[in-house]
């Protein structure tokens, strides 16, 4: 069993600052593969402050850790690919710069951070405007061009491309429709394939000619792992 540690950096800096008489020692660095039974740092100092900062440090640890884990893992399994693996916006409240931070340690790509990154349309954006002919008509009034456009099937992804989207994210869509969707005839636009991807399914998606796999469970749903603490 093995692990990619994450977050310890943030734990150093964190006991330092308590100044509290704790010397905190690191073994390892964010990003590096640690096997089973290996220490990943060490404590020294009031056994009572230790054990009242023991829950804190390990929950930490443990969820940026399982989701650069969960990262690596998906990543392997592209890594004879060119597809690039990429996070979402699906974090929680207050941490998702650390929890990004996480993905990239375990290799994907950081993407949309916020709605400020890119024009991003949405399902829910296409029906608050009445349609997929409304929403272009939005957009070439609007002289917009660069933007990321969601599709739930082969009809709106024929039309966006066919109105010039250069960036379509599939999403939730069969392999089937996928395929058939790729093999409509257009240059220079970009495909990323979204929704219900994870570790035990991502291998039927790798012979695609697509550019992107975003996986939302890396950061909602990650693969648990175990950090403890022994007072020696």
């Not at 509290?20 to 593969?33: A, E, H, Q, T």
Request: glycine share 6%; hydrophobic share 40%.
């Amino acid at each position: 069993t093995r692990i990619i540690l994450c977050g310890i950096r943030f734990v150093e800096s964190y006991v330092k600052s308590l100044k509290n008489g704790i010397i905190i020692k690191l073994f390892y660095s964010d990003g590096d593969m640690v096997k089973s039974n290996k220490w990943i740092a060490s404590l020294e100092g009031d056994a009572k402050i230790i054990l009242g900062l023991e829950r804190t440090l390990l929950n930490f640890l443990q969820h940026l850790s399982s989701i650069t884990t969960t990262t690596y893992l998906l990543k392997e399994k592209l890594k004879d690919t060119k597809i690039q693996l990429l996070d979402t916006r699906k974090t929680i409240t207050g941490l998702r710069i650390v929890q990004k931070y996480a993905t990239h340690k375990g290799g994907a790509k950081n993407h949309r951070i916020g709605l400020y990154d890119k024009i991003f349309i949405k399902d829910n954006h296409i029906s608050i405007a009445g349609g997929v002919e409304n929403i272009t008509k939005i957009l070439k009034e609007k002289n917009i061009k660069n933007y990321i456009v969601e599709c739930d099937n082969y009809n709106e992804a024929k039309h966006f491309i066919e109105a010039g989207a250069k960036y379509l994210l599939l999403d939730n869509m069969t392999l089937r429709e996928i395929r058939k969707i790729l093999n409509i005839e257009c240059k220079n636009v970009k495909f990323e394939v979204s929704g219900g991807i994870k570790i035990s399914n991502i291998q039927k998606f790798i012979d695609l000619k697509i550019n992107y796999i975003s996986v939302g469970s890396i950061t909602q749903n990650p693969e648990p792992i175990d950090i403890g603490l022994d007072i020696v």
